[in-house]
Each structure stands twice: as C-alpha cells, then as structure tokens.
C-alpha cells in the first residue's frame, strides 16, 4: 500500500506528469491522454508519500514505470472516457 504523509502537491504533481507526457507526443490521440491521466496519477501517487516534494527526489524511472503499469492494470479508461463524453 501507500502511506501518505503530506498531500499538498498532489494536483501540482499530477499536472506536471500528465503534460509532462504528453510533451513526448508530437499529435496526441485519445489514447495517449488516457495513458496520460495515469502517468499524472502515477507521479502525484509518489508525491503524497513523502512531505513535499521530498519523495520524488528518490524515485527513478524504473519505479515510475512499474507503478504506472500496475495502475494501467486495474483501471477501465474506456468506460471512464465515455462518461465523460456523456457529460
């Protein structure tokens, strides 16, 4: 599990990974804003686990990685993407 410590920064951090990733993408499609929202998730999951910014300090890209697929795994983008569009 995650232990959280200080969420202040979490938004900053989701924002920061999420155009972060899509700077990487010259024309993004649906899918790539998809894996996007998870990477902004996966960057402000590291940040609520430390005070600040402290945490990212020690993280590397092989743990951004694997946390990034291991929450690509369990969620459904698809479903969540149309309820979007419905709104």
């Known amino acids: 599990g995650i232990d959280v410590f200080d969420p202040t920064g979490a938004g900053d951090s989701f924002a920061g990974g999420f155009f972060g990733y899509l700077s990487n993408i010259s024309n993004p499609i649906k899918e790539d804003y998809q894996e996007a929202m998870i ?22 890209h092989e743990k951004i990685k694997y946390r990034f697929n291991k929450i690509k795994s369990k969620v459904n983008l698809e479903k969540k993407w149309n309820m979007i569009l419905k709104i």
């Open 39 to 60: 990477y902004g998730s996966t960057i402000a999951s590291f940040t609520i686990e430390g005070f600040g910014i402290e945490n990212l300090l020690e993280v590397d």
